[in-house]
Structures are given as C-alpha cells and as structure tokens.
C-alpha cells in the first residue's frame, strides 16, 4: 500500500470539497481549484476527510494512488493558506521592481525584463533585498512561474550572479589561475 496514498487528507474549516466521479472541486478563502483525475481511482469524502483507493497493485495505479492523493492534498492547502516561491537577485546592478502588477527586472541585459503575472498569480519585490515571491493557490502554476523566471538569468557557476532559490546552494568553480600562459618555446 502506498505510504502516501493511503493518508487521508484532511479539510480545515472553511474549505468546501465536492467529488463528482473522477471530477474534484476544492473550494476555499483563496479561490477555488478543479481537477480531473483518473476514473480507475476512488476518491471519497468522508467527514472533513478526503480518502484515496485503488482496486488492485497493479504497478500504473500504484503510481496513480499517491499521484492522486498528493494532488488533492496541494487543492486544499491552496485553497487554504496558498503558495509562495522565493527567489533572490544577485549581481551588481541588477534590479527588481512592481509597476502595476507586472514585475520590471534590470538583469544586465540591454534592455528591462518585464514579466506579466498569469491568472491566479501575484509578484511581490523588494528593491533593496532584490527578493522577488512568486505567489498562487496553484503549487504546479507557482513553480512553473518561478522557474521560468529562474531561465532568464540562471545562476553563474564563478561568480554566482543570477536569479536563483532562496536557500539555493550554488557549485562555485575557480576561475582561471592565470599561470601556464603561452610557456617558453
């Protein structure tokens, strides 16, 4: 049985969960979500607790079982209390700053990034820290948003300059030595 599949998930109050067939409504102080899962799966509710089945071990609904029930698990809790991913600016002269919604960023590049939030997402930046949170009731949404901002300017192997994670730890390399150059003949 799975380890994870097999926990319930639990409801807090003032969130509203509707299970018709395979079709899952989460409905919350923060917005609501909707997700189609696979039909081979059960999914009941009972009490102020969501509970996920398979009828057999067969190795895809194995995999389905936990998928299921961990993806049910992020509906709630962003429904509930939301998501946030935090990512850190580092490099001189680059800058970070909200005009509007929209998040404008100077990262060395010949002109300003400007980032526009998709549905469901919110930017949040400190100009003096240059921290950028990345916010949403969707945890699959929110990581996507965060990382595609993360590709524009990756983090920098020698001198670490880039937008990365916060807590993200980056692999330094040593720059030239600068002895061996040209050598005699």
């Known amino acids: 049985m799975s380890r994870v599949g097999r926990l319930p998930v639990t409801v807090p109050n003032g969130v509203q969960v509707e299970i018709n067939g395979s079709d899952v409504l989460v409905k919350g102080p923060k917005g609501e979500l909707n997700r189609t899962f696979s039909p081979e799966i059960g999914i009941t509710l009972e009490g102020n607790e969501v509970h996920v089945t398979r009828p057999n071990d067969e190795a895809r609904l194995r995999a389905l079982h936990g998928t ?9 809790v962003g429904v509930s209390t939301g998501f946030t991913k935090v990512l850190e600016v580092d490099g001189v002269g680059y800058r970070v700053e909200l005009k509007d919604a929209n998040l404008v960023m100077a990262l060395g590049f010949s002109h300003p990034v ?12 400190d100009a003096k820290t240059r921290v950028v949170r990345v916010m949403g009731i969707d945890r699959e949404q929110v990581g996507q948003v965060a990382s595609d901002i993360r590709k524009i300017r990756p983090p920098e192997p020698y001198k670490g300059k880039g937008i990365r994670y916060q807590g993200e730890k980056i692999r330094r390399k040593a720059g030239k030595s600068g002895k061996g150059k040209g050598g005699k003949k």
Do not use: Y
Not at 68 to 76: F, G, H, K, S
Not at 114 to 125: H, K, L, Y
């Open 68 to 76: 299921t029930r961990a993806l049910i698990n992020n509906m709630v």
């Open 114 to 125: 400007t980032i526009e939030p998709e549905p469901g997402i919110t930017f949040e930046a």
